[in-house]
C-alpha cells in the first residue's frame, strides 16, 4: 500500500476465541458516528487507505455503512481484517463488496480444519472461513454487480502449532484464489512464539512452494533473519499510530 492508512480497530469482541489473539485489550467498541469522525479525520491527513479491523468488524452493524463512507469520502484502499466467518452469509458478503471493500485479509492458523479449530476453540471454523472466502471472491465476481473486484489475501500467524506446516499454507491459498500469503509474527505473549531458527526454516521451504505456484508471500513484524532470501520478503512494521492520532505510515501491517 502507498500513503497514509487509518487504522480503525471498532470492536472488542468476536466470535472465535482463539488461544493466542493479536487484538484481546488491544480495541475497544466505537459507535458508527464515532468511526465516521475517524474517517473523516483520516481523509483531512492525508489517508487514502483505511483498514477496519480488531477485533472482529464484521459483527459491527454499521460495517458496510461505513465501508460506504469509507468509499464516498475518497478512501482509494478499503481493507478489512476479518476471520472470515461471517462473509459465509451471503448477504453481508454482497453488502461489503457492493459497499466498496477493495482488499481482505483473513488470517487461518492451519492449513487443515482440526488444527485451525483447535486454535480458535470453535468447531467448524475453519470450514466457515473457507466459505465465506469462497462467497466473497463469487460475489465479487458476479457478472452485472456493482462492485469491483476484492482481493483476498491469506494470513497465517506463525506459531509453535503450525511452523512445520507453514508450506502446506501455499496450495491453500491458490486454492482459495488469494492474490498473496502473508506470514505474521506471533505476538502473544502468553503462548512462547516458536524459536527463530525453526521459523527461518519452515519459512524457507515455504518459499519454496511459493515460487512453485507462482504466489507472492510476504512476512510481517518478523526481526531479519540471517539469510537475505527471507529478508527481502520482510515488510516493516510500523508502530500504531505513529503519523497522528489515528494514522500509521504505509508500510502499516494488517493485523488480526
Ligand atoms: S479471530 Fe483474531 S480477533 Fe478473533 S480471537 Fe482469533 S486472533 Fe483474536
Known amino acids: 500500500m502507498g500513503g497514509k492508512a487509518l487504522i480503525v480497530k471498532m470492536m472488542d469482541r468476536c466470535n472465535n476465541g482463539c488461544r493466542v489473539c493479536f487484538e484481546r485489550g488491544r480495541s475497544y467498541p466505537k459507535e458508527q458516528r464515532e468511526i465516521e469522525l475517524l474517517l473523516e479525520l483520516g481523509r483531512e491527513q492525508g489517508a487514502d487507505q483505511v483498514t477496519f479491523t480488531g477485533r472482529e468488524p464484521t459483527l459491527h452493524d454499521s460495517l458496510p455503512a461505513l465501508v460506504t463512507a469509507a468509499r464516498e469520502l475518497g478512501y ?147 526481526e531479519p533473519f540471517e539469510d537475505s532470501r527471507l529478508d527481502d520478503l520482510r515488510v516493516e512494521e510500523a508502530a500504531d499510530f505513529t503519523l497522528a492520532p489515528f494514522l500509521i505510515s504505509a508500510e502499516a501491517e494488517e493485523e488480526c
Open 76 to 222: 482509494l484502499v478499503i481493507q478489512l481484517v476479518t476471520n472470515g466467518r461471517l462473509m459465509a452469509y451471503r448477504d453481508l458478503a454482497r453488502a461489503l463488496v457492493v459497499a466498496g471493500v477493495t482488499e481482505v485479509l483473513v488470517p487461518l492458523w492451519a492449513p487443515g480444519a482440526d488444527e485451525h479449530d483447535e486454535m480458535t476453540r470453535v468447531a467448524g471454523s475453519f470450514a466457515q472461513a473457507v466459505r465465506g472466502i469462497r462467497a466473497l471472491s463469487a460475489v465479487s465476481r458476479q457478472e452485472g454487480a456493482p462492485a469491483r473486484a476484492v482481493a483476498v489475501t491469506l494470513g497465517a500467524p506463525v506459531t509453535r502449532a503450525n511452523v512445520g506446516r507453514l508450506a502446506e499454507m501455499v496450495p491453500l491459498a491458490r486454492r482459495l484464489e488469494a492474490v498473496e500469503l502473508s506470514f505474521v509474527r506471533q505476538r502473544d505473549a502468553v503462548v512462547p512464539p516458536p524459536p527463530l531458527d525453526e521459523v527461518r526454516e519452515a519459512l524457507l521451504v515455504a518459499l519454496e512452494a511459493a515460487r512453485r505456484l507462482t504466489l507472492p508471500i510476504s512476512l510481517h513484524g518478523f
